[in-house]
């Protein structure tokens, strides 16, 4: 009877075990698409975490361009700013060579030197105002003296430089004791970029 009650109701027996076979397997398999969907999202959440560092640091150096661009514009005529390399000069003696060639310039043009003074962070400054790492500024102010013609050819040679060199303050008066001699006080600022080798 034991046998034959077996026989009858083994169906019985065995839809219990298939439906929990059954629901432990869809268990596995939604736990599994679960870990699956987490994993994607936490590399998801990485990548969009990364492409916001690219991002940033891409805004970044569009500024830091743009900075440097709008010091460019300060050649319009063409010039650039003379570069050294940061290893052989500091940012004062960056600029010997282009105070070498003004002072050249002034010899060859006749005009006589009465001083000189040296500022490496004028007011107002364009390209020292940009904060940008490696460009150096300095500004000379000179008194001279000289004949109109002299002068002329000094400040025509000046505007021939290929390096950025920027005229300010011009003020020119006829020497008291001879009026074909002038005494002129003028600023001219000088620029360079430390580029390292």
């Known amino acids: 009877m034991n046998s034959k009650f077996l026989q009858d109701n083994i169906i019985y027996f065995f839809i219990p075990i298939i439906v929990i076979g059954l629901g432990i397997y869809f268990s596995v398999t939604k736990i599994t698409e679960t870990f699956q969907k987490a994993d994607v999202l936490e590399q998801k959440q990485q990548e969009q975490q990364t492409k916001k560092n690219k991002l940033n640091q891409l805004l970044a150096a569009k500024k830091k361009l743009e900075q440097i ?8 005529s063409g010039k650039v700013i003379y570069e050294v ?3 052989q000069f500091s940012s004062e003696a960056s600029f010997g060579i282009m105070f070498e060639n003004i002072l050249a310039n002034m010899t060859n043009s006749g005009v006589r030197i009465r001083s000189i003074d040296y500022n490496y962070t004028p007011q107002n400054d364009k390209i020292l105002q940009t904060n940008v790492a490696g460009y150096n500024v300095c500004e000379l102010s000179f008194t001279t003296v000289g004949s109109y013609a002299q002068l002329q050819t000094f400040f025509k040679n000046l505007a021939k430089e290929s390096y950025l060199t920027n005229l300010y303050e011009l003020y020119i008066e006829p020497y008291d004791k001879d009026k074909n001699i002038l005494i002129a006080k003028f600023k001219i600022r000088l620029y360079t970029k430390t580029v390292h080798g």
């Open 69 to 76: 661009e709008e010091v460019k514009k300060e050649g319009k």
């Open 85 to 87: 390399l940061g290893q």
